[in-house]
């Protein structure tokens, strides 16, 4: 074969996928296991309450307290003591520590602070419940004191004018979905990597009724990740569909950067340029926008359902807990076959 039809073979190969050629996948080359469509995009996802706004649903931002919070009393402490509960604080059993808090942008060394709790009736009887959501601290079985790694949420349900803790995880308080009068509400939370890890997510709690108490679950996650890049327009309607290639990528954002960097962006994947993940022929997911390359490529912003999971992953966190999880990037349009 001459070199001039070697070339052309080879570059019409490389045009008939979208994944790294020299960072092929030791994975099972087998068909993903797809489950059954039933209704529209939007139908199938009426489980997720905030999905039918893309931006909304996109959003990293806190809307605040204030469509929340169904009480603000004046002494927010007293008030908490009255419930029987107790900040965790170092200078409730020792002298306090002295900082700038310029400096430190609003986090206290001594620990939870009064303004972190937040009285809203989650539970729907018409009592309001407490909701902190802030820094982590601890206090061990000995009394010692000390900060930890992230952010912590915990629940109290109000019981016969005491409060008690219905819930405990981490992440931060983003949105709230109340539910029809007398109801308890669902919420979604939303959780930033401790330690410098880039991932985050947003993980969607519902209740769970044992008698009069009202706890909570996760049931699903979706996951994002440090510089993938959100759109800011999107389709009219989110667009089904099913991956018809193998080794098909979810990226960062809408271009290949096959090779890595000479120096990598601390967040990146180490040896898959802008990569997230790599999904076989039948995955499927949603496209909630669209945008063209400067070569003509389109790419399409999607969230790939986590009952097809990606055969290997940045973070490759199918976790133990049963709970769905979504992730979200950019993939080439040309191998995704669109549901009618």
Known sequence: MTVRRLTIVLLLLAACSDAQPARESTA???????????GTANEREADLPDFGDRRLFLSLDFPG????ETRSPADRLARLHALGIQPVRSDSTGPREAYDTMEMAGYDPNGEQARAYHF???SGDGVDD????GAWYIRNENGEF???EGTHLKLYQVMNGRAVLVMDHHGDFQRLFRGRPGEPASFRAIHHGCCADPEWSFDYYRPVRAGDTVRYEPYHRVMGREGVQLPATFLARPRAFTVANDGYLLRESPSIE???AAEEDWYRWEGHGNALAEYGRGARG???AERTDGTGRVWWFVRMDGRTPPRDAQFDEQNGEGIRLDRLGWMSSRFLTAEP
């Open 120 to 122: 809203v009736d989650f």
């Open 130 to 133: 407490v909701i902190y959501s």
């Open 146 to 148: 000390a900060a930890a």
């Open 65 to 68: 307290w204030t469509t929340m």
């Open 28 to 38: 099972t080359r087998d068909a993903v296991a797809a489950p059954a469509a039933e």
């Open 286 to 288: 949603i496209a909630l």
């Open 258 to 260: 096959p090779d890595p």
